[in-house]
């Protein structure tokens, strides 16, 4: 049986990570979570592109108020 010294362990996996790392995150089929925060002008942008797609939806009459709790949005 071979024996295996914990440093070169360690040696082969910081070798190999990189590689199997790109691999695995080209094989996802799922969305890619966001790796950093956003900075305060992207995020300012987005709530005001939200906000004016929120009033046109209302304005074209796709938000429906059910009750006080319940709504219903008619999406594209």
């Not at 691999?23 to 089929?29: E, T, V």
């Not at 979570?33 to 906000?51: T, V």
């Not at 009459?61 to 709790?69: A, E």
């Amino acid at each position: 049986m071979r024996e295996w010294k914990a440093v070169d362990i360690e040696r082969q996996i910081a070798t190999q990570m990189p590689e199997i790392n790109r691999s695995i995150i080209r094989s996802r089929s799922e969305r890619v979570i966001r790796r950093r925060p956003r900075d305060p002008e992207e995020q300012e942008i987005l709530d005001r592109l939200c906000l004016h797609k929120w009033q046109r939806s209302v304005a074209d009459g796709k938000v429906k108020i059910l009750s006080k709790r319940e709504w219903y949005y008619e999406f594209d």
